[in-house]
């Protein structure tokens, strides 16, 4: 069972940036695909961002395209999101989630990481 651990949440004033880190206890076949999602008090999760482990070609949502990055390291196991010009709106929990087979709709995904918080506000 992958676990992957989510870090780099935390409080950022509109306008701010976080970068936020996402650790996977086991190395992924080419074949899988990394991504980040989100979810609000009252909302489903979101799809955000997503990466193919193998090619590394991206993939975003509009509500972040040009705001938010998704990268990886393979060595490290490891993907990222890097949020510039953070909006109040983008206030929710963060997750990291994989799957296997190189799909990004959040049903698709085999394992998820439990989270990380961030909150935009002055």
């Known amino acids: 069972q992958v676990q992957l651990v989510e870090s780099g949440g935390g409080l950022v004033p509109p306008g701010g940036s976080l970068r936020l880190s996402c650790v996977a206890s086991e190395r992924f076949f080419s074949s899988a695909t990394l991504a980040w999602f989100r979810q609000s008090a009252g909302n489903g999760r979101e799809f955000l961002a997503g990466?193919?482990?193998?090619?590394?070609?991206?993939v975003y949502a509009d509500s972040v395209k040009g705001r938010f990055t998704i990268s990886r390291d393979r060595a490290d196991r490891s993907v990222y999101l890097q949020m510039n010009n953070l909006k109040p709106e983008d206030s929710a929990v963060y997750y990291c989630?994989?799957?296997?087979?190189?799909?990004?709709?959040?049903?698709?995904?085999?394992?998820w990481g439990r989270g990380t918080l961030v909150t935009v506000s002055s």
């Open positions: 989630a994989a799957d296997r087979n190189g799909n990004f709709g959040v049903s698709d995904m085999d394992y």
């Open positions: 990466i193919r482990w193998g090619y590394g070609t991206t």
